[in-house]
């Protein structure tokens, strides 16, 4: 089965600087997907970022880059120009690229919170 | 729409009560999921719906009874709940079970508090 573990239970960033999110999973399949996904105080689940496993270029959208390292099995969030938005609890999630992929294996969360 | 509703925002019940969560989602997605989420804690899957059947129960007790009564909804039925079920309910949907991205688009969520 595959684990997904987040070892940072809260993390802390001043307005307008740059924070790194960890992630690590263990999976022995070649074929799968990590996601990032942000959880603010309202709730609503939001997916902040992807990447696909056979894909070696690292996924960015607008502030938000991973560094996806298969190798070392380490799917890392980074969120630059952090903004008082950027507060919420984030998920890194795995799922399985083969058959019915529905499962989302969710690490712990990691409650960032934006210092003005 | 990429937008998944849900109602009510909250909910107050007892435990001999039965009501009924709503989710609804008009994207055209033929997977449709329900998670319960402890306060700081991870979701957790309850139940998936593909083409309005049932293809998953992750060993869900018999007291919550999920319905799929067309492709846009689903509800989610509660009867004798216990205290310790009071948590966060959300609601999620997708294009269907496979394909390469299948990504899950969530719902706000219903907070639910058993007394």
């Known amino acids: 089965a595959q684990t997904v573990t987040q070892s940072q239970p809260e993390m802390s960033v001043q307005e307008a600087e740059t924070v790194t999110l960890s992630c690590t999973y263990d999976?022995?399949?070649?074929?799968?997907?990590l996601f990032w996904y942000k959880q603010p105080p309202s709730r609503q689940m939001i997916l902040v970022i992807r990447?696909?496993?056979?894909?070696?270029q690292n996924a960015t959208e607008n502030r938000f880059s991973v560094n996806f390292q298969k190798a070392a099995k380490s799917f890392s969030l980074k969120i630059s120009d952090s903004q008082l938005g950027d507060a919420a609890m984030y998920f890194c999630a795995y799922r399985s690229g083969g058959g019915s992929n529905y499962k989302l294996t969710f690490g712990k969360g990691t409650l960032l919170t934006v210092n003005p | 729409d990429t937008e998944v509703t849900q109602t009510p925002k909250h909910l107050v019940m007892g435990m001999t009560n039965k009501k009924s969560l709503k989710c609804e989602q008009h994207?055209?997605?033929?997977?449709m999921y329900w998670y319960k989420q402890k306060a700081k804690k991870p979701p957790e899957l309850m139940f998936v719906y593909s083409y309005e059947k049932l293809s998953i129960n992750e060993s869900v007790p018999s007291r919550f009874s999920p319905e799929c009564p067309n492709s846009s909804l689903l509800n989610l039925h509660l009867h004798a709940l216990q205290p310790e079920d009071s948590a966060l309910y959300l609601c999620a949907s997708s294009q269907d079970l496979r394909g390469a991205w299948n990504e899950q688009f969530f719902g706000p969520g219903t907070r639910l508090t058993v007394l």
């Open positions: 999976t022995s399949e070649s074929d799968y997907y």
């Open positions: 994207m055209g997605h033929r997977a």
């Open positions: 990447q696909e496993a056979y894909k070696q």
